[in-house]
């Protein structure tokens, strides 16, 4: 009775990949499995929040000004706890801590830096609605021996990073990430426990059919954005328009639906709230790792002016509009947004 292969584990890949790059030493191999570990704890945690004491707020608010979930800061401990040992890194940043999150000193230290979100979809978390993780990876660039890290080794424009991915805790359990070479998602198999190759080398559609934006903000809007999303919604039956409108609330799972079928996300800029000008996601935690995978499958993502990977960040929570996915929707939304 012929055995059906199992499909290839993420670690089989990371390996192949590895042995692709001579100068590889197997830190950032290592440093990938430790972080899929993470995800499976926090994973583990997901799929039964009903039954333990997880769900609701923990009352504090964090340096989002956002109301602290109990998973939040459970996923956001995960991932500390299991990264700060394992000797790759000289620093980390999360979205829900305000400052640099250093190694203890009885830790050995590496030159990979680790920015993640460690829960997105934060209004989703209790009712049961796809949430995730999202990581950026960069390596450190300054050589002075007698300091871990320089706030410029933070501070790096996406197009700098070595890999980057997410995580979706949803229907199932799905792993998307790149470093440099393609684009491929891996999905949990509870039973083996494994991330098993299921989305080979994925590519975005150039054009899409969907459009995901939070519509109720539309008040808030300049001129120039809600023209772009009457157009999304115009009817041209060529041009496959109206495209339907779809939104989760959480900017992982809006992602990777939109990466497979073909489709924009957009967080434009909006007035709602004069402290936050520039819209609501984080440039090095969300638009960044999200916007290496966009263009690694074939897609873009930019501000409305430029591609987000190419934008020098000058503070680690700092905000930026996004529009992301299909390629020619991206770039219509360029000609849109900046259209003066
Ligand atoms: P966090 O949950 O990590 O804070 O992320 C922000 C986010 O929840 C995105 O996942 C989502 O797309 C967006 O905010 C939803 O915002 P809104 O409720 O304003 O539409």
Redesign the pocket.
């Known amino acids: 009775m012929a055995i059906k292969r199992v499909s290839s584990t993420i670690t089989e890949h990371l390996l192949n990949e590895q042995r692709l790059n001579p100068e590889a030493t197997g830190a950032f191999t290592f440093l990938l499995n430790e972080l899929i570990v993470a995800a499976k704890v926090i994973n583990r945690e997901v799929n039964r929040a009903g039954l333990v004491d997880i769900l609701g707020a923990t009352g504090d608010v964090n340096v ?1 000004d ?1 109301q602290v979930q109990k998973l939040d800061l459970f996923a956001n401990r995960a991932i500390i706890e299991r990264m700060q040992h394992i000797g790759q890194l000289c620093c980390m940043v999360s ?1 829900e801590d305000a400052n640099l999150i250093d190694i203890p000193v009885k830790y050995p230290k590496g030159d990979y830096i680790l920015l993640f ?1 460690p ?5 989703n978390i209790d009712v049961n609605v796809s949430i995730g993780t999202i990581f950026s990876i960069h390596r450190r660039q300054n050589k002075e021996d007698n300091v871990d890290y320089l706030l410029s080794d933070v501070l790096q424009p996406g197009y700098k990073q070595v890999a980057a991915g997410y995580f979706v805790y949803g229907s199932s359990t799905i792993m998307v990430y790149t470093s440099g070479n393609g684009v491929n998602g891996f999905t949990l198999d509870p039973g083996v426990g494994e991330f098993l190759l299921s989305h080979e080398n994925i590519r975005i559609p150039e054009y899409g059919s969907i459009y995901s934006v ?1 519509e109720a ?1 539309e008040a808030y809007w300049n001129k120039e954005t809600k023209a772009l999303i009457a157009y999304f919604k115009s009817i041209d039956r060529k041009a496959g328009r109206p495209y339907t409108s779809r939104y989760v ?4 799972a ?1 992602f990777h639906r939109n990466l497979l079928k073909g489709g924009i996300y957009m ?1 434009p800029s909006d007035l709602k709230e004069p402290k936050k000008p520039n819209g ?2 984080r440039l090095l935690v ?1 638009a960044n790792p999200l916007a290496m995978i966009a263009e690694q499958a074939g897609g873009y993502a930019s501000d409305g002016f430029r591609s987000i990977l190419n934008i020098n960040p000058d503070a680690i929570h700092q905000r930026t509009p996004l529009f992301i996915g299909s390629k020619k929707d991206v770039e219509l939304a360029e000609q849109f947004i900046s259209r003066k």
């Open positions: 989002q956002e979205e979100d829960l997105d979809g934060s209004s939070n903000n609330g959480s900017l992982v809006d967080y609501k996601l969300e």
